[in-house]
Structures are given as structure tokens and as C-alpha cells.
């Protein structure tokens, strides 16, 4: 599996933008980058996915670097109910097993 | 509501006694799977299922653990001996098998295991 890397936590004032980086250095041709998000007391929720071209959804944007090594979630209003654990991984398909990380925890202040 | 739903959602047992856990996931959803997470770790996959067939597990499913999936709709989860070290969140997740690229899993809110 490839790893990952993820800050242990982030912060953001509410309506502001929040950038949450990922490091996977050693992702295959094949995979698809994934992030998906935990809010308190609740399962994991998908959030967005990428190949190789950047993604928006109406969640938030994916930013993938050209070399696939690196991939950027974009939150383009933080608001208070996007305080959550959010987690990037690699994997080649989202119907298989996934492999989570510690994720990055984002606090959001009003 | 036609999420995934997980039953009970809190359990609390003593040590050496034996658990069991549901999960119904959405309706046609072909895959299930079971992910185990403790505090402050990302969720950690146990096992999953095609239809009724189990098609993989992970090396955290002891043997204590036990998973079915009779009739291809919802799962069990056993826990036999519980120790200490089973206390965590059990996730139940499932998703449908499409011919194009299936990218989401769907989560339940998660079972709540305190072995005392």
C-alpha cells in the first residue's frame, strides 16, 4: 500500500479557505487519490477523488500535483461542520479495502 | 433513511464473554465491509463481502473474530472471548459493484465496544 503522509491537524477561521495537503510519494500509475472525512461521533464520509486532473465537487476541490505525488483538498468556505478528521490515501479502486491514515484534524473557529 | 445502519450502537461487555454485531447496508449494495478504529487511528479494515462470499481478511481478524453474510444482505460481526484490547468502534461500510470505476464507500455510524 502506498504511504501516506498528512499533517496531524490543521486550523481555520470560519469562511475562509482551508488547504489540507497529502503527501504519497509512492502512489502507482493506477490509483486514484482519495479523501474522504470523519465528523465527530459519525462514520467516514467520501468526500472527493482524483486520477490525475483536478476535481470539484460540491463539497470541495482536489488539486492533484502533475507528478501525482502530492494532492491538495480544498475547502473553499471552512464552516463550523467541516470540523472533522480527514483522510487522503491512494488506492485503485474505492470498491476494494481502503487503507486510512491518521488523517488531519481540522478545527474551524468562529 | 436508507444509509447504513449498525445495531447496537453502544456495547458495553465483560471480558471473556461474546459479541455480536449488525450491519444492514444499503439496499443492492453488493460489497460490505467491516473496519475496526480505536482512538485517535484512522479506521482499520477487517474483512469484506461480495454478495454472501467473504472475500478477504485482514491479519487483525483473530480467530475470535467471525464475520457472515448469509443471504447477501446483512452482515454479522462475532467477537468470542472478548478482551480489552477488542474495545473500539466497529464500522460497517458497503458499496455497489458497477462496471465503471466505483469510487465510494457508504459508512454506518459505527458500533461502540467497551470491554470492562
Known amino acids: 500500500d502506498a504511504k501516506t503522509t498528512q499533517p496531524n491537524s490543521m486550523e481555520s477561521n470560519e469562511e475562509e479557505p482551508v488547504h489540507l495537503p497529502c503527501n504519497h510519494s509512492t502512489i502507482s500509475g493506477t490509483d486514484y487519490i482519495h479523501w474522504y472525512r470523519q465528523l465527530p461521533s459519525q462514520g467516514p464520509e467520501y468526500v472527493i477523488h482524483?486520477?490525475?486532473s483536478n476535481v470539484n465537487n460540491r463539497m470541495a476541490s482536489l488539486a492533484i500535483a502533475e507528478d501525482r505525488k502530492s494532492s491538495t483538498l480544498i475547502l473553499h468556505r471552512a464552516t463550523l461542520r467541516d470540523a472533522a478528521v480527514y483522510y487522503c490515501?491512494?488506492?485503485?479502486?474505492?470498491?476494494?479495502?481502503?487503507?486510512f491514515g491518521k488523517g488531519t484534524r481540522l478545527s474551524v473557529i468562529a | 433513511d436508507t444509509g447504513v445502519s449498525q445495531d447496537p450502537r453502544h456495547k458495553i461487555t465483560k471480558r471473556g464473554q461474546n459479541v455480536t454485531f449488525r450491519c444492514d447496508p444499503i439496499s443492492e449494495h453488493n460489497r460490505l465491509y467491516w473496519y475496526r478504529q480505536t482512538l485517535g487511528q484512522g479506521p482499520e479494515f477487517l474483512t469484506y463481502f461480495q454478495n454472501e462470499a467473504q472475500l478477504e481478511k485482514s491479519r487483525l481478524l483473530s480467530d475470535r473474530f467471525s464475520a457472515e453474510r448469509p443471504k447477501g444482505s446483512f452482515s454479522t460481526l462475532e467477537i468470542q472471548r472478548t478482551e480489552q484490547g477488542d474495545s473500539a468502534m466497529y464500522l460497517c461500510?458497503?458499496?455497489?459493484?458497477?462496471?465503471?470505476?466505483?469510487?465510494?464507500?457508504?459508512f454506518g455510524p459505527g458500533t461502540r465496544l467497551t470491554v470492562t
Open positions: 490515501f491512494p488506492t485503485l479502486s474505492g470498491n476494494t479495502p481502503l487503507v
Open positions: 461500510a458497503s458499496s455497489p459493484v458497477r462496471q465503471a470505476y466505483s469510487y465510494e464507500q457508504y
Open positions: 482524483g486520477l490525475t
